[in-house]
């Protein structure tokens, strides 16, 4: 269930009625009340799950989901027990299945002292409070910044200019400069027949205590799971950390690093400026990824990696020196 500081819930509707919704046929269980979306993993008996792609048939004969929205062709691998919608296009379905049971809490402006824990929080001129938000003792909150509803923000922390802040929350002497963006929906979309459609974005951001976010980085909040930041962990300038990833503890990622969505990255990995990294990558813990890098596989914990395609470092240096030779006035005679 997405975290109810963020999002309203709104009434459950029959499985026959949801159907309708999302433009579906109903297979079986029409009847069946449904209240909420969530991922075949965690689905239970009140929810509606999707399988969009073919990798996730063991998943699917698993679920506990009330209702599965699957492909035709998919029809033999659903749980006895579930309902089933049947889609040509089952996570577009799913995203407006979505929006019929969640929906954000929008933005209104709350009294800033009541969202402060005491007297030590400091407003700089311009600064919007959401309700239910809550800021620690001896915080700064910069001008013109956006704290959005439900946002929970702990104690000694900096927190720039034109800063905004939504589905998060932030720890313990979490430092985001100026033009931070923490929480803005991550980039998903499903295929439909009137084109693309945008997945509403359920999850949240976790900032744990010590994390510094440099001036203008974004960090989406999770599709459904939570985008996670790990403690003492410094981002730079014009970072990019997309939706579901996990950083972390006490890693550095310098300017204009990207970090595609549902990553997971270990303790104490650095990332030089430019790096790039592919969505679902694995990088283990202590490991380095030069500047410039293009990570399309699995990294193991402790080695260097650099190139495009990103390569352990001394392959990649041999690659590049024959390739010099081959190339050379000199290689090619």
Same mark, same amino acid.
């Given at each position: 269930?997405?975290?109810p500081?963020?999002?309203?819930s709104?009434p459950a509707?029959?499985?026959?009625?949801?159907? +309708? &919704?999302v433009?579906?046929?109903?297979?079986? +269980?029409?009847?069946?009340?449904?209240?909420a979306?969530? /991922?075949?993993?965690?689905?239970s008996?009140?929810?509606?799950?999707?399988?969009g792609?073919r990798?996730?048939?063991a998943?699917?004969?698993?679920t506990?989901?009330?209702?599965?929205i699957?492909?035709?062709?998919?029809?033999?691998?659903?749980?006895?027990?579930?309902?089933?919608?049947?889609?040509?296009?089952?996570?577009?379905?799913?995203?407006?299945?979505?929006?019929?049971?969640?929906r954000?809490?929008f933005?209104? *402006?709350?009294?800033?002292?009541? *969202? *402060?824990?005491?007297?030590?929080?400091?407003?700089?001129?311009?600064?919007?409070?959401?309700?239910?938000?809550?800021? +620690?003792?001896?915080?700064?909150?910069?001008?013109?910044?956006?704290?959005?509803?439900?946002?929970?923000?702990?104690?000694?922390?900096?927190?720039?200019? !034109?800063?905004?802040v939504?589905?998060?929350?932030?720890?313990?002497? @979490?430092?985001?400069?100026? %033009?931070v963006?923490? +929480?803005e929906?991550?980039?998903?979309?499903? &295929?439909?027949?009137? %084109?693309?459609v945008?997945?509403?974005?359920?999850?949240?951001?976790?900032?744990?205590?010590?994390v510094?976010?440099?001036?203008n980085?974004?960090?989406?909040?999770?599709?459904y799971?939570?985008?996670?930041?790990?403690?003492n962990?410094?981002?730079d300038?014009?970072?990019?950390?997309?939706?579901?990833?996990?950083?972390?503890? !006490?890693?550095?990622?310098?300017?204009?690093?990207?970090?595609?969505?549902?990553?997971?990255?270990?303790? !104490?990995?650095?990332?030089?400026?430019?790096?790039? @990294?592919?969505?679902?990558?694995?990088?283990?813990?202590?490991?380095? @990824?030069?500047?410039?890098?293009g990570?399309l596989?699995?990294?193991?914990?402790?080695?260097?990696?650099?190139?495009?395609?990103?390569?352990?470092?001394?392959?990649?240096?041999?690659?590049?020196v024959?390739?010099a030779?081959?190339t050379? /006035?000199?290689?090619?005679?």
């Amino acid at each position: 269930m997405p975290d109810p500081r963020f999002f309203d819930s709104l009434p459950a509707l029959s499985v026959a009625a949801l159907a +309708g &919704r999302v433009g579906g046929e109903v297979l079986r +269980g029409g009847d069946r009340q449904i209240s909420a979306v969530a /991922p075949l993993g965690s689905a239970s008996a009140r929810d509606v799950a999707f399988l969009g792609d073919r990798k996730f048939v063991a998943a699917l004969a698993q679920t506990r989901a009330g209702c599965v929205i699957l492909p035709g062709s998919a029809i033999e691998s659903a749980p006895a027990g579930a309902a089933l919608i049947v889609s040509d296009h089952p996570q577009a379905a799913w995203a407006h299945a979505s929006l019929a049971f969640h929906r954000p809490i929008f933005l209104t *402006a709350a009294d800033r002292d009541e *969202a *402060a824990e005491d007297d030590t929080v400091v407003f700089e001129p311009g600064v919007v409070v959401g309700p239910g938000a809550r800021i +620690g003792r001896g915080t700064r909150i910069g001008a013109n910044t956006v704290i959005g509803p439900g946002v929970q923000i702990g104690r000694d922390c900096v927190i720039g200019n !034109n800063v905004s802040v939504s589905f998060a929350l932030i720890g313990d002497r @979490v430092s985001l400069f100026a %033009g931070v963006r923490i +929480g803005e929906a991550g980039f998903g979309a499903a &295929r439909s027949k009137t %084109g693309p459609v945008d997945v509403p974005q359920l999850g949240r951001v976790i900032l744990q205590d010590g994390v510094t976010v440099g001036a203008n980085s974004c960090i989406d909040r999770g599709a459904y799971d939570d985008t996670v930041i790990g403690e003492n962990t410094k981002i730079d300038n014009l970072v990019m950390i997309a939706h579901n990833c996990v950083i972390g503890r !006490n890693c550095l990622l310098a300017a204009f690093t990207g970090i595609s969505g549902s990553c997971t990255v270990g303790d !104490n990995v650095i990332f030089g400026g430019q790096a790039g @990294v592919g969505d679902h990558i694995r990088i283990g813990a202590g490991a380095r @990824v030069a500047g410039g890098a293009g990570v399309l596989a699995d990294i193991p914990a402790g080695e260097t990696w650099s190139g495009y395609p990103a390569k352990p470092i001394r392959q990649s240096l041999r690659e590049a020196v024959w390739l010099a030779k081959q190339t050379s /006035p000199k290689g090619r005679a």
